[in-house]
Nanobody
Framework: QVQLVESGGGLVQPGGSLRLSCAAS????????MNWYRQAPGKQRELVAT???????NYADSVKGRFTISRDNAKNTVNLQMNSLKPEDTAVYYC??????????????WGQGTQVTVSS
């Protein structure tokens, strides 16, 4: 059974930084794209950043220049370094992995989410 677990959320002041991590475990053959999403209260879940197996990245316009996504393929982890945080970055952040499991099935797997609160 595949499981994704996020960590690193918390409370930070505007202008501060946080680093989120997501670890995938279980019977995994290959992980394709890894992503970070976020969902603020009363809003739809939105894509924040994407990283392909080879390292190509894409970011939402709202976080470009402030957030950096990275991955360690050997450890099946993805990170999100968040700098210059703003109150509007407050949300629950979710990790999503497109992967093939040990049974050969390719599917999307979500983590449980980690809360990020930016407030003075």
């Amino acid at each position: 059974q595949v499981q994704l677990v996020e960590s690193g959320g918390g409370l930070v002041q505007p202008g501060g930084s946080l680093r989120l991590s997501c670890a995938a475990s279980g019977s995994i053959v290959r992980i394709y794209t890894m992503n970070w999403y976020r969902q603020a209260p009363g809003k739809q879940r939105e894509l924040v950043a994407t990283i392909a197996t080879g390292g190509n990245t894409n970011y939402a316009d709202s976080v470009k220049g402030r957030f950096t996504i990275s991955r360690d393929n050997a450890k099946n982890t993805v990170n999100l370094q968040m700098n210059s945080l703003k109150p509007e970055d407050t949300a629950v952040y979710y990790c999503l992995a497109d992967l093939r499991d040990g049974a050969g099935v390719r599917n999307d797997y979500w983590g449980q989410g980690t809360q990020v609160t930016v407030s003075s």
